[in-house]
């Protein structure tokens, strides 16, 4: 049996992890490969680094990271952020990184998701898809680091990348990202229903209890979580021997 | 001190195979030219991608000549992923396709009971006592990426199973020849154990 998978997410700016992060046994905390390094020896099964960096220079360094998280980090990684070419792609999987995710790129030109499945593999193409309720029971996506409204019905939109051939949706709920309130169940659920490809679950996980909620009741392959990670509220071993206790399949190391 | 080439052949992630071995000590050297294989005291077929063109590949730049050559020498060859489904005689992705040969039997698609590509950390049960997987602790969970299997029709060959819609062969090997269908260069301290126990097999044959 697969593992349930725990993805601590990584934002990186101009090389840093931002979101003020204190570990007190780390040399330096904003370092993302050290921070990375860290999280493979304490057991996470895989990480995102999300590149925020708000610059033409963009790509360059997230070519760097990849290439500097592929001498410390022993686990699959993931870089996203503002990818928008096969190049971009072409460049970060050289580098040493495992998969890329595309977001705003996708949407804006959905062909990006079936040209870089073609041509770097479908296990390799995580699409990021940022989506908030519309009250009516349906949720739409959002671009631009959730800013921008699209129109576009969540569930139709990872149907569709699905066909084109995404290995993988990486689903942040909008409207519990940063609120510690626990992931959207009910959007999660809606999405895992839709499609057969891994669903990561992503947004508003505040406490232990809300990661295992969200793989007993939506039927996500993976949670991601940032801040209970980060402030070491707790670690990724805690989290583990809490999943474990609940009768969920997680790897312990 | 011995030292490990890590084939280049135009598919998949080679540097982390690399980093991997040099985490554990192993020196290891990216090679895309066949005429150095004989430089190096074991090989790495890694390898991410279809079967179709990864065969391919070899046989443009000579690479599977120079590794039945290589094998014949007795020195040790680990094949990973792709690279270890290559060493089986057919795969059924896109049609049907030759491989290597050097373990009998093919490689078939995963059920479609089960999410396919199999992606994720999954048990290895390794089968006998097995020098590649010394130190390892039952239900030890490695990372894997794949859609295709390796069915040997010999079993003296098979040295793990896992079980994903079937119980298969993720890890093949005999005399000086071994292939994982998981990934132990991102298989965290675990898969790095393997990777060390395959520097030390190559150390102690050099």
């Known amino acids: 049996m697969l593992a349930k998978r725990i993805i601590p997410c990584l934002d990186v700016e101009g090389g840093r992890v931002v979101k003020g992060i204190h570990f007190v046994n780390l040399r330096d905390a904003g370092d993302p490969v050290e921070l990375a390094a860290y999280y493979d020896r304490e057991g996470a099964d895989e990480l995102v680094f999300l ?14 990271l990849a290439g500097l998280a592929g001498d410390e980090v022993f686990i699959p990684y993931t870089i996203g952020g503002g990818i928008s070419t096969l190049d971009d792609i072409r460049g970060i999987l050289r580098a040493g990184a495992d998969k890329v995710s595309v977001n705003t790129a996708a949407v804006n030109d959905p062909s990006l998701v079936r040209r870089a ?52 949706i990486m689903l942040t709920s909008m409207d519990r990202d940063g609120t510690k309130l626990g992931y959207d169940i009910p959007m999660t659920r809606a999405v895992c229903e839709a499609i057969s490809i891994p669903v990561i679950a992503s947004g508003g996980a505040g406490n232990l209890e809300h990661l295992a909620e969200a793989i007993e009741q939506t039927g996500c392959d993976a949670v991601l979580a940032a801040s209970i990670f980060h402030y070491e509220e707790h670690t990724i071993s805690e989290a583990k021997e809490f999943l474990a206790s609940r009768g969920i399949e997680v790897r312990i190391h | 001190m011995a030292k490990v080439g890590v084939i280049d052949y135009g598919m998949g992630n080679l540097r982390s195979v690399e980093k991997g071995l040099e985490k554990v000590g192993v020196r290891a050297e990216i090679c895309s ?42 020195r040790q060859l680990l094949g990973i992923c792709l690279g270890m489904q290559i060493l089986l005689e057919y795969s059924e992705e896109h049609g049907r396709s030759e491989g290597l040969g050097i373990v009998p039997g093919g490689c078939l698609r995963l059920p479609g009971v089960v999410k396919v590509p199999h992606m994720g950390w999954n048990v290895l049960e390794p089968v006998g006592d097995v020098p590649l997987f010394e130190g390892l602790n039952p239900g030890d969970r490695f990372y894997f990426v794949h859609s295709f299997y390796c069915a040997p029709t010999d079993d003296s060959w098979v040295i793990g199973t896992t079980d994903y819609g079937l119980q298969f062969a993720c890890a093949v090997g005999r005399d000086n020849v071994w292939g994982l269908q998981f990934h132990p260069e991102k298989s965290s301290l675990r898969g790095l154990e393997i990777l060390s126990n395959f520097g030390k097999m190559v150390e102690a044959a050099a």
């Open chain 2, 33 to 74: 030219d066949p005429g150095r294989f004989d430089s190096y005291d074991g090989l790495v077929l890694p390898g991410v991608g279809a079967f179709g063109d990864a065969m391919e590949n070899l046989r443009q730049r000579g690479i599977d000549k120079a590794v039945m050559d290589y094998v014949g020498t007795g």
């Open chain 1, 51 to 64: 590149d925020i960096t708000a610059s033409h220079e963009k790509r360059d360094t997230k070519v760097k």
């Open chain 1, 117 to 168: 499945a073609e041509r770097f593999g479908s296990q390799c193409v995580v699409v990021a898809v940022d989506a908030r309720g519309r009250g009516d029971g349906t949720w739409e996506i959002y671009t631009h680091g959730g800013r921008t409204p699209t129109g576009i019905d969540a569930i139709e939109w990872v149907r569709r990348v699905e066909e084109l051939g995404a290995g993988e």
